[in-house]
């Protein structure tokens, strides 16, 4: 095997490693931006389901306060 053909060898596993480690970088980056999209996801799923339990709660507490004014009123009246 000649000299030249040693170095190109070399060489093409150097440029192999960079582009390897490259490829792993921006697999980590996309596995965080990944992450963190999940993450606001779940936060805005969760704010949605409060929202949601709180609206119920307002109309169970007002359907309540309506019979028990009518109640109230067929009491006295």
């Known amino acids: 095997m000649s000299i ?3 170095e190109n060898d070399r060489e093409i596993a150097r440029l ?3 582009v390897d480690e ?4 921006q ?3 996309i596995a965080n931006e990944k992450q963190a999209v ?7 799923q969760r704010n949605m ?4 339990d709180v609206t119920r709660y307002k109309q169970e507490r007002e359907q309540y306060f309506d019979e028990l004014f009518v109640s109230y009123t067929s009491d006295i009246g």
């Open 22 to 25: 490259t490829k792993r970088k």
């Open 49 to 52: 389901s409060l929202e949601l």
């Open 27 to 29: 697999d980590l980056m």
């Open 4 to 6: 030249l053909t040693r």
């Open 16 to 18: 192999q490693r960079e």
């Open 38 to 44: 999940d993450s606001l996801n779940a936060e805005k």
